[in-house]
């Protein structure tokens, strides 16, 4: 009889602890002071004010995991903005794309006040994982590319201006909704990933294909030395209106970025790099968008655009100072049919002061500047100050 009870209350342990699962709030919350100005052919505008994430994105989130036993675990996570950035009015490369093409706005979404957004617009996604290393995601989620974009700036990945990556809203805002597959080999972890979205209105009407394709990618960490590589390819195809069945557009972007680390002593060395080109199989396709004082369609059309980013960090008591320098060059199309080149040159210098685990404080200076394709004409600078405290929880 005893031997019974003891057999079942083994029994009774073990499926508690299968069915074992843990749901956790966080989130983090940025808001400092920020004078930022931003010239477009000539014409300047400012901002001088207490805004919200110049340095981290303010969001809160809600994540979990259950223990599925025999070494499965599902997890979900689900994430949203609590504010908009304080970049979204000056963003190098932009926040809005057309048939897979770049253009730079100014945006009513300044980063001074908060506002409803849409729950899980940064993240929606479940997952499952084994004991071998094995992990299987769905739905909306960061990609590879945004995750090295990130991982190898030397600010800790934040929305400073001065790293052409970082601020480039192709690679720090890629995310995607699809099925990614990650295995992890000793150091290495080799990641995959398709999405999917074709619809149609009609036979011949209608968007047919958006943003669908592939990403491939691997990470490789051992001792001092990281290392990590993906490449992302999207295309989207449109049908003109109407029972022709012409085409609109038949454009492709794909982007390579690689990122590198090295642990030097106490300081640590970054570096990265990526190429995004856009190709329209359609002859003569251009987009059309006007250049403006408040409107710059600075990549529009085929062509490429690639920088790369040097950096480094290193912590002083409890500080750590960074530095990056970026650069880059663009070839594309500018609402003619004759190809445009610029140059791209960045920086940002600034420090953290850690208060404790969960609270920093900052402060930074940055700049950029994209050459114009004649005098000033298109030419973009932006420079910021600013400082202000990050609190996570």
């Known amino acids: 009889m005893k031997k019974s009870l003891i057999a079942l209350a083994a029994l009774a342990t073990v499926g508690a602890a299968q069915a074992q699962s843990s749901v956790t709030l966080y989130g983090a919350l940025d808001a400092g002071y920020s004078d930022m100005s931003k010239t477009v052919s000539g014409v300047k505008s400012d901002q001088q004010a207490f805004t919200f994430s110049n340095y981290t994105t303010s969001r809160w989130g809600v994540r979990g995991t259950e223990d599925l036993g025999g070494g499965l675990r599902a997890s979900f996570n689900i994430e949203s903005t609590i504010t908009p950035d304080v970049m979204a009015s000056f963003y190098q490369t932009g926040t ?21 957004t849409n ?18 995601g769905i739905g909306f989620a960061s990609t590879a590319v945004r995750d090295i974009t990130l991982r190898f700036d030397a600010a800790g990945g934040s929305r400073l ?16 909704t699809g099925l990614a597959v990650a295995q992890k080999l000793g150091s290495l972890t080799v990641r995959g990933g398709i999405s999917q979205n074709n619809s149609q209105i009609a036979e011949t009407a209608g968007t047919v294909k958006s943003r669908s394709g592939f990403l491939v990618g691997f990470d490789y960490a051992q001792g001092p030395v990281e290392f990590a590589y993906a490449r992302q390819e999207v295309k989207s195809t449109t049908v003109g209106s109407g029972n022709t069945g012409a085409l609109d ?3 492709k972007q794909t982007i390579d970025v690689a990122g590198a680390s090295y642990l030097l002593g106490k300081a640590k060395l970054f570096a990265s790099y990526a190429n995004i080109k856009v190709e329209d199989a359609k002859a003569g396709f251009q987009n059309a968008t006007a250049v403006t004082s408040t409107t710059a369609a600075l990549f529009t059309g085929e062509g490429k655009r690639n920088f790369y980013a040097l950096g480094a960090s290193a912590p002083v008591g409890k500080a750590d100072l960074f530095a990056t320098y970026s650069a880059g060059k663009i070839d594309q199309t500018l609402n003619t049919s004759a190809g445009i080149k610029r140059d791209m040159t960045g920086y940002t210098v600034g420090a953290r002061y850690n208060l404790s685990k969960r609270t ?9 500047k994209i050459d114009g394709t004649s005098g000033n004409t298109n030419e973009l600078k932006v420079d910021q100050v600013t400082a202000g405290v990050a609190h996570s929880f």
């Open 96 to 116: 809005t794309q057309t048939n897979n093409v770049n253009t730079i706005t100014a945006s009513a979404g300044n980063g001074t006040a908060t506002q409803a």
């Open 119 to 136: 729950f899980g617009d940064r993240a929606a996604f479940a997952t499952i994982s084994n004991a071998s290393g094995t992990t299987v």
């Open 161 to 176: 201006v001065g790293n052409l990556l970082t601020m480039d809203a192709q690679l720090s805002s890629n995310r995607a």
């Open 249 to 251: 557009s038949d454009a």
């Open 360 to 368: 920093f404080g900052y402060a930074a200076v940055g700049k950029t």
